[in-house]
């Protein structure tokens, strides 16, 4: 079985703080992606890595940045935390090329306040 | 270009009825096609893909879906509703000259009253 794993399920951060949201997947997948949900925008895509060290920007990465350091994991960073990043925060890895699916990890809730 | 499109935004059913969700998509070339399921406060679980072989996909959980290429149309189907189909589900296109990239839909919300 596939397993994408999100280090917090909820997250409080006070405005201006620097966040860290990890994910870490364990089928060896060459492609990872960090999305934001929003009632009624549903998933916009922020950052996709395709391999280690590469990234590329998603729809909204205005605000973000990642990091791919290993194959496995794939970090999203909130430089200085605003209220309107609040929001659910979806990590999904898929296989590197073909018609492969997307294994979505369970989400972070964060709250800045 | 794609796009995804869910008809419907919420959907309603009686347990034990039939379930139809719909969603076209445009695309320029055969796509991959998925349909997804997020429960509340959950990440999203693969229900079913497409990815050009038979036309007709059956799922987990019961459900199955139609790839009409001359609709351009993968509806999501279930042929008797449960409790447990409460949910929001996500048609998902990926052209198959990027397969890096996936386009959602907006989600259509599955009521199931009893």
């Known amino acids: 079985d596939v397993k994408v794993t999100q280090s917090s399920r909820y997250l409080v951060k006070r405005t201006g703080e620097k966040v860290f949201l990890e994910c870490v997947q364990d089928?060896?997948?060459?492609?990872m992606f960090w999305y934001r949900q929003d009632p009624g925008l549903g998933l916009r895509l922020i950052y996709f890595?395709?391999?280690?060290?590469?990234?590329e920007k998603g729809d909204i990465p205005e605000g973000y940045s990642v990091s791919r350091e290993k194959k496995e994991r794939f970090s999203l960073i909130l430089e200085s935390a605003s209220t309107n990043q609040t929001s659910m925060y979806l990590c999904a890895s898929s296989r590197g090329t073909g018609s492969y699916e997307q294994y979505f990890g369970p989400g972070t809730r964060l709250t800045v306040t | 270009a794609q796009s995804v499109t869910q008809l419907d935004s919420h959907v309603s059913v009686s347990e034990g009825t039939p379930v139809l969700l719909r969603c076209n998509y445009s695309?320029?070339?055969?796509?991959?096609l998925f349909w997804y399921v997020q429960h509340p406060n959950k990440g999203l679980q693969l229900l079913l893909k497409?990815?050009?072989?038979?036309?007709l996909v059956k799922g987990i959980n019961g459900f199955e879906a139609e790839f009409k290429k001359s609709e351009t149309s993968f509806h999501l189907t279930k042929p008797s509703a449960h409790m447990s189909d409460a949910a929001e589900y996500f048609c998902?296109?990926?052209?198959?000259?990027?397969?890096?990239?996936?386009?959602f839909g907006s989600g259509t919300k599955l009521n199931v009253k009893p």
């Open positions: 890595s395709y391999d280690v060290k590469m990234k």
């Open positions: 695309s320029s070339y055969s796509p991959s």
């Open positions: 497409y990815t050009s072989a038979a036309t």
């Open positions: 998902v296109v990926s052209p198959i000259y990027n397969f890096n990239k996936f386009y």
């Open positions: 089928m060896d997948h060459e492609n």
